[in-house]
Structures are given as C-alpha cells and as structure tokens.
C-alpha cells in the first residue's frame, strides 16, 4: 500500500511569501477597520460628516454618512440579535 504525505516536494521556482497587502495595497486583514463599537463608531463617521459639510465638501459628508447608515445597520443588527435570545 502507498503511503499518503501531505507535504510535496515544489517544482519550478520558489513560492514568493505572501504578505499582509493584497494587489490594491490594502492590508487582508482587518488593520484599517475601526475601533470601537458600531454605534461608537457611527458618532464618529457623523462627526466627521458634519465637519466635511460645514467646510463645504459635500461629497466627503456624503460618504461619511453613508459610513455612518452602514455601522447604524450593524448595530441594529446585533440589538436584534440580542431581542431574539
């Protein structure tokens, strides 16, 4: 009977190592996620909305309010999971 080894022998080059960014230069993991919980959050991403809008950029406060709808639903989220156990 043939013994099974996981590990085989590479063929050809050597596998780079792969690091922490992928191809856009964003890290894979959660590094760049915010700190803090959703509904923390969601205070910060108004703030900044409001600041980005009384400095007259209005697509910044858009985007920042959109942030902000985006961990308002997180949060929502978790309160109903909460309800529900």
Not at 29 to 58: F, H, Q, T
Request: glycine letters at 8%; proline letters at 4%.
């Amino acid at each position: 009977m043939k013994k099974n080894y996981s590990f085989k022998r590479s063929r050809g080059k050597p596998q780079k190592k792969q690091s922490s960014l992928n191809n856009n230069g964003f890290r894979v993991k959660g590094e760049n996620k915010p700190k803090g919980k959703p509904i923390e959050i969601v205070g910060k991403y108004e703030l900044m909305a409001r600041d980005a809008s009384s400095a007259g950029d209005r697509v910044a406060a858009e985007n920042y309010m959109q942030h902000a709808e985006h961990y308002l639903r997180i949060s929502n989220a978790i309160k109903e999971k909460k309800v529900d156990n």
